[in-house]
């Protein structure tokens, strides 16, 4: 069993920015690839971000690119999630998820293809 726990959510102006961190309870982290997903209030759960556990690959959500930036630090076994020129519209419960078994250079964007999931932190955003 893997647990997941992120911190670092929090109350944020618009313009602002954070900066999740989820960190792993397994000693093989370094081969999971991990995303990020959020949810907003009376919505579905949404990709936002992930990275492959070679660290070569990421991909983003089109809402994201350019402000977001997900990366991993596989000695401390965490990942990153760097929110820069947050909006209103990002604000949702941010969780995220480890994927087993995916290529080294797969960052896998369908929630389906994610085994473990946090309870996640809430980020809002006030205009």
């Known amino acids: 069993q893997v647990q997941l726990v992120e911190s670092g959510g929090g109350l944020v102006q618009a313009g602002g920015s954070l900066r999740l961190s989820c960190t792993a309870s397994?000693?093989?982290?370094?081969?999971?690839?991990m995303g990020w997903f959020r949810q907003a209030p009376g919505k579905e759960r949404d990709f936002v971000a992930a990275?492959?556990?070679?660290?070569?690959?990421?991909n983003y959500a089109d809402s994201v690119k350019g402000r977001f930036t997900i990366s991993r630090e596989n000695a401390k076994n965490t990942v990153y999630l760097q929110m820069n020129s947050l909006s209103p519209d990002d604000t949702a419960i941010y969780y995220c998820?480890?994927?087993?078994?995916?290529?080294?250079?797969?960052?896998?964007?369908?929630?389906?293809?994610?085994?473990?999931w946090g309870r996640g932190t809430q980020v809002t955003v006030s205009s």
């Open positions: 397994v000693r093989t982290f370094r081969s999971y690839a």
């Open positions: 990275i492959a556990w070679s660290g070569v690959s990421t």
């Open positions: 998820a480890s994927s087993v078994g995916v290529a080294p250079d797969i960052a896998p964007m369908a929630p389906r293809l994610y085994t473990y």
